[in-house]
């Protein structure tokens, strides 16, 4: 196949770095333009030095790139401004959106928890949610893919085949999710710095952070009801890796080998998503840099409760990994085309 | 007042080796004999550079010491060890035990969990439970007082007191708990090596670790009847620090409001347990080296639902800073004697 | 004695946060007041958590301190700015600057390298070096003391004593420095965000850091002629912490054991200089959150040369804690009152 | 081509690791078996979660591999046991030792430094001294290739040009060092644990590090007559990553800019190794899980002084990454084949 050409909107932040790193590697991609305003005319080592010597394109405006012989487009800006440039490109431009922008499907939740009126509500209606593991059909046949946020995404592999499945008492799952630094991106923020995030951890944003409108409406969507959480993030001291534990009530009739078993059912044929060893703890490093997730089902000492865990390099599989993932649904090409890197351990 | 003459019992750990570090600058105490069988004979500061030029007294066997002119003995040893070594101490030694030996108020329990007879039953019908902020006027009166692990101390400052004050549904706590590696002691393990801890998270011990029992053990004595709760500790790529995110349902005729106020009410007089302002997350670089403990009230978007917060620095407030708190209170000195130490931030 | 009232200038930065963590806790201190122009009306604890629970003094802007019951300003601001507000506080006021401001003894120097012609040169006149153990006697009698920069601290304990005694080859010191990343502030800066400066080494400023011309005017001094140092200083992915390697020829005549019995006699009676014994070698960690600096002599492979280590927490004695000491030099309190703390380990 | 058969010897270190992660998706490698004596019988997924999921063959003895139908064998085992295990291989099998055994020519120096009588001298007669760059065509030819040190890949492809181009003086070459914590491997040391080498840096084997002697062998060979150096490494808290900084006097008749020349004209060619634009620093992160080496040339503040400064990854090219490169060459394989991992940054 020759090779399909992309461009990366928004290549100045981590996401956009990581997608540029896998789509250099990518059997059937070429990088045709990448964009950054504030930095336009740069070549990108300049930004990021470890993506030198790599034949790239130099930086443009989003506005500079031509349009005309490129197919697709990975948008890896802030939300506001993804749904702005993305409603200006060509309707031959399939996109993948990383931005949070297409994510929710109500307008009116988006209005609410992002602060501002959704500029492209047409456009939302078109999107669809790129979990690929539970959409893949309808990202086949995709204009714009909304990939998850990286919360949502190792939320949603974890609870959503359970929740549609009935197994567990879903109307007050308890989520307890830990993130590494690069989930806040690059941007200068205080709380991001060495020194103030490093030997130390928090929890943010509770009961506040707008990836739990995300996992309520899919998990509302899986349970054909609507849905309510209990969601706390917490900062780690780490770059990357994101932990769930999840804590539910397993419903009646059902038992924790039931809801192994649903998990084993739902992940048996996918290349990216494993339920563990009974007994075996995931870690995050152990997916470090990989496009994989692993899940893990611990039965409680409360009878009836189940803990759950889900990890995944939040960069990767919760990110620009999942973009290349969709990407390639879209495009017809092998599923893990691009996405064969080992984790990187140590 | 003249000093009184201590003993610290397995002065090789980190736990043994922070008690030193706040015993040294503490008013009313001289340290007599550090006891670490497997480098008896060395300077401490061979085995613990940063103690350098103290004006130490040399490691010694645990036989080797003279009681005779010693008034209380910190044993800082693993399980098992501890209350072998503890048995055979001369009447007149008061003794704050940093260990697991005595925590379990039951013998059976402590066989079930740590895999052996007690050695000293009839010693554990004389402990008193080291939790000094809940059981103060006991330890006042002890010759032996077992000093809470660290995260029974983490979570028993932020739950015992709702649990008794009747504001939580207490039957099915959900307490996730989060450590830095120096929780796991400075004996050589593969998975706390630089390596394979750092840039990580993973939970471990999962419905299976010991703090598990010493934690129902308090809680149900807190609510008057038996309790179980899930458990889940992780580990964190940092050295010292613990943050406790607990998940409970108000009870009925409760509310978060009331929830804040029994913590308010229970702490407003106590030097080192802090309600944090409505709204305020805490972290736990910002208690790192001192005897602080923080607790924090989030109300959930699941109706009814509270989420509370524990943090403190597992080698002081769990262990050593706390054994120090308790010796003060066991011979009538004030209590923040020695703790005065500010968090070591950033 | 009764309290000395200070007022700390700038207490927003990492020097200022640390002199207020001294401070508190210094017998014969009183914090009167404290500045950070761009917080003021804020509570210290909103600024710096860790500081929460010490009766602190709200911020106020710099112009707003009433100095006339105030004794002494410790001075945290950014270089040139301090020099401005220097020179407007009451003659009564006894300051030590941690800024860079003071410490080029020759304007023409200070504005080459700092870009700008110094504001305050008469004052400039004024000031005596603050390295304490060098000239404490000046120290004693100063009204305006700058303290030295971290790594000039770190290097001149080192070698001044060397050069001065002429043990090496002056002329062609090779100085190799790592530093933790608290050293380049709390402003947001993108090389030290935790993903940037996490998990990696780099150089940086080779040949052009502010350091050089402070480390070459005191090491001229100390040779009585002028010398040019090769200075190169690395972040490395810790939050304080700083480490010294310097390499030098033995001089004609002189020895390893000359060079080693120079440090034993210079520092024989300091209470924060430590000559490690013979064969130890120094690690940052080990002297963290205190104010002690380590220094140890080793013998090259190549005959005459010598390898020279120096390490300290650079926000205590590289800083806030050497500001103390020259405080309590220039007050008549015991040197080391206020800095007894031990170091933090782990 | 039809794959190239492998054993990997001694597969439960971190050179083993990595060289398997490598190997994995080499596109001519096939990996037949993986020995790790202590943990023969358990997958690989046992003793290195990250690899879970690559259909790779169980771990086996080193005595119980069937050589028959394998062509080629990297050995990550620690010295002394290689050279007995490596002299047991049949004759067909062509070796990549990672270890230190083959790389001292002179087996009485190999005796001095480790400690033993080399037990293979004939052996080591006949091995290539494995430094791609340098060392070609040799290796193209051999039948045992010993792959240098991660210190001596860093600094020799540094400083081995320049030493043969005459344009150093090459008598009094400073080498300070600082590595990562892997390059201490995965065995159960002390002074590796997490909250033992986290937050602190700490210079080690100040003139007795084992890679001196490879260094000096090295350099001498460079420069026709023999060089003895200074080599102080340093241990710095991240888990990967090499830097070199270098300390060296230009010689009569050269300058910075013939320094430059000389490098670039040895790597122009170069897939791996790279002389960085004039004024950009290299940092360890930037070339972490690579197998790129970072090179940089300084002038100094002191007239004649250069500082050169190279980076690499101490696991790649520093051991595994190397090992596979010079594979490749002994193979007749595209130099990079199975090389092209991107950085992974953050």
Chains 1, 2, 3, 4 share one sequence.
Not at 111 to 131: D, I, M, S
Not at 134 to 151: K, S
Not at 225 to 238: C, W
């Amino acid at each position: 196949m020759s090779s399909i050409k992309i461009a990366v909107i928004g290549a100045s932040g981590y996401t956009g770095a990581d997608l540029v790193r896998l789509a250099v590697r990518h059997p059937d991609i070429e990088i045709a333009a990448l964009t950054a305003n504030t930095h336009a005319g740069k070549p990108v080592a300049e930004v990021f030095p470890h993506l030198a010597g790599l034949d790239l394109p130099d930086l443009v405006r989003n506005e500079d790139v031509d349009w005309s012989g490129i197919d697709a487009a990975f948008c890896g800006l802030p939300h506001g401004t993804s749904q702005e440039v993305i409603a200006t490109l060509p309707e031959h431009i399939r996109i993948i959106d990383m931005s949070a922008d297409f994510r929710l499907r109500d307008t009116q939740t988006y209005a609410q928890w992002y602060g501002h009126e959704h500029l492209a509500p047409e456009l939302q209606k078109t999107a669809v949610y790129g979990l690929t593991e539970l959409y893949r059909e309808a990202i086949a046949d995709a204009r714009l893919v909304a990939c998850p946020g990286c919360y949502p995404t190792a939320v949603l592999l974890l609870l959503a085949p359970l929740v549609k499945a009935g197994v567990l008492v879903a109307d007050d799952l308890v989520i307890d999710a830990k993130s590494g630094v690069s989930g806040a991106g690059r941007s200068l923020k205080q709380n991001i710095l060495f020194c103030e995030a490093g030997e130390g951890l928090s929890p943010y944003a509770i009961g506040t952070h707008r990836h739990a409108p995300e996992i309520e409406q899919e998990l509302s969507l899986a349970a054909g009801r609507p849905l309510v959480t209990t969601f706390t993030p917490h900062l780690a001291p780490m770059s990357r890796g994101e932990l769930i534990t999840a804590y539910a009530r397993i419903a009646d009739g059902a038992s924790v080998e039931a809801v192994r078993a649903v998990l084993e059912e739902a992940y048996a044929a996918e290349p990216f998503v494993h339920l563990m060893a009974s007994g075996t703890t995931p870690a995050t490093q152990h997916v470090r840099g990989s496009n994989h997730c692993r899940l893990a089902v611990f039965e409680g000492r409360v009878p009836g409760r189940v803990i759950l865990i889900s990890t995944l390099d939040n960069l990767v599989k919760g990110s620009s990994g999942q973009a290349i993932q969709n990407f390639n649904v879209m495009f017809g090409l092998a599923e893990i085309a691009g996405l064969e890197q080992l984790a990187l351990f140590p």
